[in-house]
Nanobody
Framework: QVQLVESGGGLVQAGGSLRLSCAASGRTLSIYVMGWFRQAPGKEREFVATMSWRGDMTLHAASVKGRFTISRDNAKNTVYLQMNSLKPEDTAVYYC????????????????WGQGTQVTVST
């Protein structure tokens, strides 16, 4: 099993920045990719970004490309999501996720999930 714990969410004004962190523990050697999804009230969970644990593949959703950046620190078993130029429509619960194979953009491809962290962007 893999445990994921997110941190770093909060309230920020539009145009501001936040950095989310996700610490993985347990059977981390089984992880192939890690990523971030988000879910706004009344909406489905949507893909934000993913990257391979080796760092040779990254993918960002079109809605966040150029504003958000996923990165990782293998020594700390931690993945980050740097969010800049935040917009009110970025308001959501952000979930860290991990997969034992290529995850892509589909929720069903991921094996492990964190508890989520709230990000609220005010106008």
């Amino acid at each position: 099993q893999v445990q994921l714990v997110e941190s770093g969410g909060g309230l920020v004004q539009a145009g501001g920045s936040l950095r989310l962190s996700c610490a993985a523990s347990g059977r981390t050697l089984s992880i192939y990719v890690m990523g971030w999804f988000r879910q706004a009230p009344g909406k489905e969970r949507e893909f934000v970004a993913t990257m391979s644990w080796r760092g040779d593949m990254t993918l960002h959703a079109a809605s966040v490309k150029g504003r958000f950046t996923i990165s990782r620190d293998n020594a700390k078993n931690t993945v980050y999501l740097q969010m800049n130029s935040l917009k009110p429509e970025d308001t959501a619960v952000y979930y860290c996720t991990a997969a034992q194979a290529y995850g892509g953009t589909h929720v069903s491809n991921y094996d492990y999930w964190g508890q989520g962290t709230q990000v609220t962007v005010s106008t």
